[in-house]
């Protein structure tokens, strides 16, 4: 049982975690590079009217002479606006911001694998041994490695080239352990674990101290300290959520133009989908995720997508690529070698391939072809896909990314292509299944809501480039192209190194009835400037092409197609929005998108293994069509919602028919009192925006229904169809409509304010049947925990809670009522709840800042226009993007057509394309007929040259 002194000290341990010492801190960037002493007379000069005189934090004090574009102020708490506001206006100021010490998460795990004896099996596996029989080792390659540190002197490691510390501790001595561990993995000479690229000259950066605690400013400096070093590979064994810190952001981005190679660890928050750590999850870095020696996803590895995009859009793909990391041999920082697991592993393996890489391609070519595109580029085209089935279907691509890397491959890419623009994934193929979950997880058809892919545009010709005209689809029609359409956009320039192409597909109508393949080319011209090296003046172009194939089914019946919605979702690090279950300890933050293909990924395959066509919205609740739906879910939103959305729901239930499942969560001011906390950088308290869920924003939605939530925040089990259900920080209901089936449970308040009044017995759970025959059915359960990703045990959902969801979808979507419906308290009139407390908007939120439904002053604006996609008019395919589509594995739609729910649909009435038996003879039969009649006209043709040849000798021979 938690009372408000555990749930106080729960909260405050867990960010305890992600926070270091409290000081006020703020990152003042500048336009340019200076020394102390110039950076100091310009913050004064700048701050003089104010009569104040900060402290200034410039560099460490072994590197005096550090050039730097930033300075870091110590200002009181009641001052910091006034001096931010200030500095924002001065000139040569380009960004004022927190210098965040929430930690860049060290992406090690303790996990321990098989024993191993010796790095051969890694070696021998990444096929590294073939570049050092050539002679290739990584040497005169600089490799900077940020960490814990590494010990002076130690044994196993020839060529360092220095050791400095950024942090609050004077040596760079590693007391951690971490940093020679991956150090080892780079650049070990130990014969029992030697590193990867053994030659390679490394630079040690250290940047945690021994509490593994970390600043943004300690980055930035050691970051301006490897520019001015101009290292070739940085490794980045880190990870965090906070994608939001934009000076980090910024100087990653600054380190890649500059021609340093970024490898980062994409994060040991798996098998949790859209776990993928910052910086990996920069489209300029490259992002390494984790896999075993049988070629395994290891089950720490983050996945895919990022979450950078959502709720408005779609993330990209990630992992890059995946490498081993499990199991793996690296150095102790007493000399010895032991053996740990983690993505943090397998970025390092990565940074020291790049050094042999790097060190195998001839001088008078580097300059053209090493930069961070053309490795990361070589990386990802060499990669070798792991074997996906669907008896093992994990290494979909947001597991494995590219694949595996393929050392003697990608030398070969990067030393015999030229530099050019390519595009990752380089295709798009809904019907490679299971690689392309979720695209190839539920086919399209005419109606859908558009599917959405986001790509990255890698230009290995420039830092810089821009998409020279408007991209140009090409549908193939002779494989049904004309039955897809394509919408794009795109970033206007792509710096450094890199951009981002946003797609959009959708359906024609003509194929309202169609059920098979239909695929089409898409053509992007990049042009960039000519290269420092070249004695030229033109511009460089490059074409790249994207296959696309698309995998139809008809239209399926209305009560089918469920609507997720997304447009109400809000996640950390937009602002501070707590964990749903208010005892998970490990992570405080609400972070993974709420996303059907991020942490409700077990939730959106229960839906598809029932059936049913779950489809993504992503504007308001004004910009779809309830006669199109079966039902809608809304699943632990964080948005208010706007007053014309309110208004359209009530009229899609009650008399469209539209069906409604909501799955909510806790909202209690004194909770929220409890779990707020103080920032470390500013001395402000931090203060949740939402509960787990806006119940107050849900109950101005569900009100006009004759439902109302409570404020209670319950925790326990109950029991539902023989099994027992953890309710984890849950709300409970007030008012429900009549003609319904409530269920109550005994569970623990969490709120001891309540006292008395709390009701120890709350209704948690609702299931309604409309009156009449226009209306949709309604079930509304007071806790999403149980469908949520993030809160499961590591080998997935209990059964007892699949089952749980199942029954709640069935009665929504076709009325299928549970065999526990009979065990509940039936209401036939209205029913309001007592002891239960309505749930009122906290005073201290301060949601509107991330909002698009309110304005500045907390209110509710109209709803905006509804999106609308502009589709690219159709091009004729040409021959060479024909050659290219051909490039696709061909496969017939029989292969492809087996859909979950696809024999449910051909029952209710839908044309079945699929060739009969006898059509499938006539087309073989006419395949047939066409090789073979060219081929006896040709026999034909022979006989009679050769007969009138025979003829005119004879003739020539007569008397």
């Not at 790049?354 to 001839?362: D, G, K, R």
């Amino acid at each position: 049982m938690y009372n408000k002194l555990n749930l106080k000290l729960l909260f405050l341990l867990a960010i305890i975690l992600h926070h270091g010492k409290c000081e006020e801190r703020l990152v003042v960037n500048l336009r340019g590079y200076f020394k102390e002493q110039g950076l100091r007379l310009y913050i004064t000069n700048a701050l003089q009217e104010l009569q104040w005189t900060p402290g200034v934090y410039i560099t460490k004090k072994n590197q005096p002479d550090l050039l730097s574009d930033f300075v870091v102020l110590r200002v009181a708490e009641e001052r910091q606006n006034e001096v931010a506001t200030r500095l924002r206006n001065a000139p040569m100021v380009k960004k004022v911001s927190r210098d965040k010490s929430i930690k860049k998460l060290l992406s090690n795990s303790p996990k321990k694998g098989r024993p191993v004896q010796n790095s051969g099996p890694l070696l021998q596996a990444i096929g590294i041994q073939e570049l050092w029989d050539l002679g290739f080792y990584g040497q005169d390659v600089d490799v900077a490695i940020f960490d814990t540190g590494l010990k002076t002197n130690h044994p196993h490691f020839e060529y360092v080239e220095e050791v400095t510390s950024w942090t609050d501790e004077g040596t760079g001595d590693d007391k951690v352990g971490h940093g020679t561990f991956v150090a080892g993995v780079v650049a070990s000479k130990n014969q029992a674990c030697p590193g990867s690229a053994p030659r390679s000259k490394i630079h040690i950066y250290k940047v945690f101290n021994r509490m593994q605690a970390s600043y943004t400013s300690w980055f930035l400096d050691a970051f301006n300290h490897a520019i001015q070093r101009k290292v070739d590979v940085i490794n980045l064994s880190i990870g965090g959520p906070d994608f939001h810190d934009e000076p980090f952001v910024d100087k990653v981005n600054e380190l890649t133009s500059a021609g340093i190679i970024m490898v980062s660890a994409i994060g040991n928050d798996g098998p949790v989908y859209g776990t993928v750590n910052n910086p990996a999850d920069l489209p300029n870095v490259i992002g390494v995720g984790g896999i075993t020696y049988e070629d395994d996803i290891a089950s720490f590895s983050s996945r895919g997508m990022t979450t950078w995009e959502l709720p408005a859009g779609y993330g990209r793909f990630k992992p890059d690529v995946v490498c081993y990391g499990h199991a793996v041999l690296g150095s102790r920082p007493d000399g010895g070698c032991r053996q740990l697991s983690g993505t943090s592993v397998a970025s390092p393996v990565i940074a020291g391939i790049i050094a042999v890489l790097i060190s195998a391609v001839p001088l008078k070519i580097k300059a053209t072809h090493v930069n961070p595109a053309s490795i990361k580029q070589a990386l990802v085209e060499s990669a070798t896909r792991l074997e996906t089935t669907t008896e093992k279907p994990t290494g979909n691509i947001f597991e494995q990314g590219q694949g595996k890397v393929n050392v003697s491959k990608a030398l070969d890419i990067l030393v015999n292509k030229t530099p050019r623009v390519s595009i990752v994934p380089f295709q798009f193929d809904t019907s490679d299944c299971p690689y392309m979950w979720p695209y190839c997880a539920q086919a399209v058809y005419y109606g859908a809501r558009p599917i959405i892919a986001n790509f990255t545009l890698l230009n290995s010709m420039h830092v810089a480039g821009w998409v020279q005209q408007q991209p140009v689809f090409m549908p193939d029609l002779e494989h049904n192209g004309d039955k897809i359409q394509v919408s794009v956009s795109y970033s206007e320039r792509l710096w450094p190194w890199s951009g981002w192409m946003s797609v959009k597909i959708s359906i024609t109508e003509s194929a309202q009835k169609f059920q098979g393949l239909a695929q089409g080319m898409l053509e992007v011209i990049v042009t960039s400037p000519p290269h420092s090296s070249s004695f030229s003046r033109n511009m460089q172009h490059s074409k790249v092409y994207l296959p696309i194939r698309i995998k139809i089914i008809p239209t399926p019946p209305r009560y089918r197609r469920i609507l997720w919605d997304q447009y109400h979702s809000i996640s950390y690090p937009s602002g501070y929005f707590p964990r749903d279950d208010l005892r998970l300890l490990s992570d405080p933050l609400d972070w993974n998108g709420d996303h059907p293909h991020t942490n409700f990924r077990t939730l959106f395959s229960i839906v598809r293994s029932r059936g049913y066509f779950l489809e993504v919205l992503d504007s308001p609740f004004t910009c779809f069509d309830a006669n199109d739906y079966g039902a809608l879910f809304i699943v632990d939103p964080e948005e208010e919602f706007h007053n014309e959305e309110i208004d359209k729901l009530k009229k899609d239930v009650l008399e469209r028919g539209l069906s409604l499942v909501v799955l909510a969560d806790w909202y209690n001011t004194n909770v929220m009192e409890e779990v707020s906390f103080q920032d470390d950088n500013t001395r402000n308290w931090w203060y949740p925006e939402t509960g787990g869920a806006n119940i107050p924003a849900l109950n101005d939605l569900l009100r006009p229904l004759g439902i109302e939530l409570a404020s209670g925040v319950y925790d326990g089990l109950f029991s539902f169809m023989g099994e027992s259900i953890r309710f984890a920080s849950g709300t409970g209901l007030i008012q429900f409509p009549g003609n319904s089936t409530l269920f109550a449970a005994p569970l623990d308040d969490l709120d001891r304010k309540q006292g008395s009044n709390s009701n120890n017995k709350p209704a948690i759970l609702g299931f309604h049947s409309p009156s009449n025959a226009n209306g949709g059915r309604i079930v509304v359960y007071g806790d999403s925990t149980c469908a949520d990703d993030a809160h499961k045990p590591k080998n997935g959902l209990p059964k007892r809670c699949s089952r749980f969801l199942q029954s709640l979808f069935d009665f929504a979507a076709i009325g299928l009522n549970p065999s526990e419906l009979s065990k509940g308290l039936h209401i036939s009139t209205p029913a309001r709840i007592p002891n239960m407390m309505t749930a009122t908007r906290s005073q201290k939120s301060t949601l509107y800042l991330y909002s698009k439904v309110l304005n500045f002053a907390s209110r509710k604006m109209p709803v905006g226009v509804c999106p609308v996609s502009l589709w690219l008019s159709h091009s004729e395919l040409t021959n060479e993007a024909r050659g290219y589509l051909s490039r696709l594995v061909r496969r017939s739609a029989l292969e492809i057509a087996p859909d979950f729910g696809l024999d449910e649909f051909m029952k209710e009435g839908f044309e079945d394309t699929t060739p009969s038996p006898i059509v499938k003879i006539l087309d073989v039969v006419v395949v047939t007929m066409m090789f073979l009649i060219p081929i006896a006209l040709l026999v034909f043709w022979r006989l009679m040259l050769t007969r009138s040849r025979r003829s005119g000798r004879k003739k020539t021979m007569e008397p």
